[in-house]
């Protein structure tokens, strides 16, 4: 083993990827275009650069939902391309197409009466109405799939990763409220 | 690094920053001026927002974006579902030791510290993201001093001076390139960790 060239590691690379993961870059209008796939997603087009098809990701889904959305490469890696600072910097046209993907990634129905709770074996089983209709769900007790966000709000994670909010239980009838006494 | 704190007080000689004695500062004026990432990290109850700017409660959400993606964790908190609302800690989304690793870094970086303590700081994360790390951490050293701890030499090897304990004892100390030439414990250790990378096809 050469010792001599113990110090040289690939400082260029290093300095590089250092920039990378310091530098913000901010996608903005004037020097990003999203354009409508076929399949109903979004391709890009940044800085001489096309993305046949983009994820759009919140960094921060409750307290900035449009701001600071995160654009990412489409494949298993989704290596961020850059930064949206303020949606509302865009053409209305553009900001309804980045909503729309927007709302499909954070689908969240809202549970809005209990029907039904039932527990076995260490699941619950839920039947609600949400705003988007009826619905049943299996929980895992335990663990992290029943979130208090602070206040009346909660979050139920369901065994296939689904996320339903429960935005104030006080809300909820006595009865409703009883039957998730166990669970929150 | 605990008398650097005042954990504990020497019993014995003197600690000094800039040549004034630690135990002359107050404490809110020596914890200000000092952050550390530990091995042991801990997490409290509340967002990875909220957990990174701890020490910085108004720093702005760009601000928070920025550490974080110096520390090698914008990534993975992306990806979460929630993102930097994320609830984490106890009764939260439990995270991995390299994510809280990663999270404490990213805090440390915020707090913009005179001096940094990185107590084995990156001995959770793989190979790839501690050099990533690594180059981040050493341009943060302009303008400030820090120490760091590590088994894993690799972190170590752009230190100005290096110290190598033995047991308890002070056995080395010099430049990478002094303590190889001296083919001592450092060089030694060196050697093994050196071979150990490139039988997993690292270096």
Redesign the interface.
């Known amino acids: 083993?050469d010792?001599n060239n113990?110090?040289e590691?690939d400082e260029e690379q290093?300095?590089k990827?250092?920039e990378e993961?310091?530098?913000?870059r901010y996608l903005t209008k004037d020097n990003a275009s999203f354009t409508p796939t076929p399949g109903g997603f979004l391709s890009l087009d940044y800085q001489d650069k096309h993305y046949d098809r983009v994820f759009i990701?919140?960094?921060?889904?409750?307290?900035?939902p449009e701001?600071?959305l995160?654009v990412?490469e489409a494949d298993e890696k989704?290596k961020?391309i850059g930064?949206i600072?303020d949606l509302k910097q865009f053409e209305p046209e553009q900001m309804q197409m980045i909503r729309e993907q927007l709302d499909m990634r954070y689908y969240t129905p809202v549970i809005q009466k209990v029907l039904e709770v039932k527990d076995e074996y260490g699941y619950a089983y839920f039947q609600v109405e949400t705003n988007y209709g009826r619905c049943r769900f299996a929980v895992q007790m335990g663990?992290?799939n029943v979130?208090?966000?602070g206040g009346w709000r909660y979050q139920i994670t369901d065994l296939d990763g689904n996320?339903y909010i429960l935005e104030d239980l006080s809300k909820l009838s006595a009865s409703e409220q009883k039957k998730l006494d166990l669970y929150l | 690094m605990n008398l650097l704190l005042r954990l504990y007080d020497t019993t014995g000689g003197n600690v000094l920053i800039d040549d004034v004695n630690v135990k002359d500062l107050s404490f809110s004026s020596l914890h200000g001026t000092i952050a550390m990432v530990s091995q042991e990290t801990y997490i409290f109850m509340g967002t990875v927002?909220e957990n990174i700017a701890y020490a910085r409660p108004n720093a702005t959400?760009?601000e928070i974006?920025?550490a974080s993606?110096?520390a090698?964790a914008?990534?993975f908190?992306?990806?979460m579902?929630?993102?930097?609302?994320t609830?984490i800690g106890s009764?939260?989304?439990?995270l991995s030791g390299g994510e809280k690793q990663r999270i404490s870094i990213a805090r440390a970086i915020l707090a913009d510290p005179k001096i940094l303590i990185l107590d084995e700081a990156t001995a959770s994360v793989d190979t790839e993201t501690e050099?990533?790390i690594?180059?981040?951490l050493?341009?943060l050293t302009r303008g400030r001093t820090i120490l760091s701890i590590a088994h894993r030499l690799s972190t170590l090897?752009n230190a100005n001076r290096l110290v190598v304990l033995d047991d308890g004892r002070l056995t080395e100390e010099g430049s990478?390139?002094s303590l190889?030439e001296q083919k001592g414990t450092y060089y030694k250790l060196?050697?093994l960790q050196?071979?150990a990378l490139?039988m997993r096809g690292l270096e």
């Open positions: 083993m010792w113990i110090e590691i290093l300095l990827e250092s993961l310091q530098t913000i990701y919140r960094t921060f889904p409750d307290s900035e701001r600071f995160s990412r989704a961020e930064l600072e663990g992290s979130l208090h966000m996320r | 927002a959400h760009e974006l920025r993606m110096q090698g914008h990534d908190i992306c990806k579902p929630d993102g930097y609302d609830v009764s939260g989304r439990e050099l990533a690594q180059a981040s050493d341009r090897r990478h390139r190889i060196m050697q050196t071979k490139a």
